[in-house]
């Protein structure tokens, strides 16, 4: 066992030891990376993932619960500036058991938890306060729950009611919200929360409700009819809106006929954001029903007239005799109670309605010269809807427009579409370049290598490179004693044999000094045939 965990480091250590120089400090290096990388995993991996413990918490609550969780020995992490606490995943539960038990946070006491502290002696005074306080705190937490509202507070006045006055006043409401990160509140969404304070306090009217957020901007202020009219948008706005929509629909219409860039359509509206109530009764009697009541009367006369009489005075005055005549009278009276239906409209006129409109369009004549501008008055007039009883007015020109910006322009654009072009083709042939550097850098150090492994003989087959060339040694050294002894007592001419075995020996010398690897080769094969 022992000397196979020897010959599995041998082999290592041998091959690192064939490497250049070049290769051993780039394997070093590797293998230090790898050990560094393998420790900061390492770490991150035994790191335990974290989950909020508690969120939106004040400086009070947030400093107890840490030196709670410091007393305990519990690693936490603080977010969003201290007021988020974070703690190990598994142990959330448990932790917000214990903080609970030991009443943290203490802010958390809000609503109508407020009202178990209310004692017998507490005055009415400081019940009232103590149940505006809880239904702020309420509401307050309700308005939390919508999506995106990260904290909010809420402000009631709330007058006390007195029997002996006439004229109540009527409670108002303030809210203020702090909106998350990349969070805003919509115009339904503010429109939930007014409706929201309103239902939760008796007598309060949504109008009477003001919504701000932590920026200072106002989404809804008191007065303002939020069913009406875009929250918190101001009539500029709105009347801004209302021009840039128009003008782009009709600068896309234009845009189809006479191309794009070659017209300008500029629209100019005035709003009414008055409400107007009108209340309208009018009676209307059906012809087709019967009368409820009819009746009628006739009074007629006929008959002669008597003679003249006298005068008064003296019998003995003659006056002159009047002649009698006759007479006719004749009176008719009808009345007829019919069934009269009564009929009241309430009209509330929605404010946002145009009360006059200018639309100004200026065409290209370069462009334009077929197009009539009576035909696209008319299509102007058509979709924007003008009305000349309004008071609206259109007017359609055709002026030569300057194109040397649009020109440049166009120009530029197309100069840096080709530097991008140029760029992104430059980018590839470095990367390309740098590729094939490093494709040939690894064939070469594999070539390098192989070349090395097989220049240099492992040190067994050294070993036993050396027991040949020792042996070889032995054998030569007794083949030449006798000769040598002989070549002591008496001198012998130099033999052919001789003379060529020594010439083969410098033949061979010579042949491992100039080609090293090919000689290291052929033993390597001969050592090889005597293994097998």
């Known amino acids: 066992m022992r000397d196979r965990i020897t010959a599995a480091t041998r082999r290592p250590l041998a091959i690192f030891a064939g490497f250049s ?218 009347t801004q809106s209302y021009q840039n929509r128009l003008g782009s629909s009709l600068q896309q219409m234009l845009d189809q006929v006479v191309g794009p860039g070659h017209a300008v359509v500029t629209v100019t509206a005035d709003l009414d954001f008055d409400n107007t109530n009108t209340k309208t009764q009018s ?84 462009t334009a010269r077929n197009v009539s501008s009576s035909s696209v008055s008319g299509l102007i007039t058509s979709a924007a809807g003008v009305d000349a009883k309004r008071g609206d007015t259109i007017n359609v020109t055709q002026l030569p427009f300057d194109d040397t910006a649009a020109k440049q322009t166009r120009s530029a654009l197309a100069g840096a579409k080709k530097a991008q072009q140029s760029q992104g083709m430059y980018s590839l042939i470095k990367t390309g370049l740098l590729v094939l550097a490093v494709i040939l850098l690894i064939v070469g150090a594999l070539l390098a290598g192989r070349r090395k492994q097989r220049s240099e003989l492992s040190p067994a087959e050294l070993e036993e490179l050396e027991g040949m060339q020792l042996s070889l040694e032995r054998a030569r050294t007794r083949q030449l004693e006798p000769g040598i002894q002989r070549a002591a007592l008496n001198a012998a001419p130099v033999t052919p044999e001789s003379a060529a075995r020594a010439a083969r020996s410098s033949d061979i010398t010579a042949l491992m000094d100039r080609q090293p690897d090919e000689v290291a080769q052929l033993l390597r094969g001969w050592l090889a045939d005597r293994r097998a």
Request: no cysteine; net charge neutral; hydrophobic share 40%.
């Open 283 to 366: 009676y209307v009697a059906d012809p087709k029903l019967p009368a409820l009541s009819q009746s009628k009367s006739t009074e007629t006369y006929s008959g002669g007239s008597g003679a003249t009489g006298g005068v008064l005075g003296p019998d003995n005055i003659a006056v002159p005799t009047g002649t009698g005549g006759t007479g006719k009278y004749a009176k008719t009276n009808e009345t007829k109670d019919n069934a009269v239906g009564m009929v009241t409209e309430v009209r509330q006129s929605a404010p946002g309605q145009v009360k006059r409109m200018s639309v100004a369009v200026l065409l290209d004549s370069k």
């Open 21 to 238: 120089p070049g290769q051993k400090a780039v394997t070093l290096v590797a293998v230090l990376a790898l050990v560094i990388g393998s420790y900061f995993f390492s770490q991150w991996a035994a790191q335990p993932a974290y989950a909020p413990l508690f969120t939106s918490l004040s400086s009070t609550d947030a400093s107890a619960i840490v030196d709670k969780l410091s007393a305990g020995g519990t690693p936490y992490k603080l977010a969003d500036g201290g007021q988020t606490i974070l703690v190990p995943q598994d142990k959330v539960y448990d932790l917000r058991l214990k903080m609970s038990g030991a009443g943290l946070p203490a802010n958390a006491s809000t609503g109508y938890a407020l009202l178990d502290k209310t004692g017998v002696s507490t005055s009415d005074f400081m019940q009232h306060v103590d149940y505006q306080r809880a239904l702020e705190g309420e509401i307050a937490k309700t308005i939390e729950t919508i999506g995106g509202v990260k904290a909010a507070v809420v402000h009631l006045a709330i007058p006390q009611q007195n029997v002996f006055a006439d004229d109540q006043q009527k409670p108002t409401a303030s809210v203020l919200v702090s909106m998350g990160t990349d969070s805003k509140l919509n115009t339904s969404q503010v429109q939930a929360i007014v409706h929201l304070v309103a239902s939760s306090v008796v007598g309060l009217d949504p109008s009477k409700v003001t919504v701000a957020d932590s920026t200072g901007g106002v989404l809804s202020t008191a007065g303002q009819d939020i069913g009406t009219s875009a929250v918190g948008a101001t009539r500029e706005q709105a």
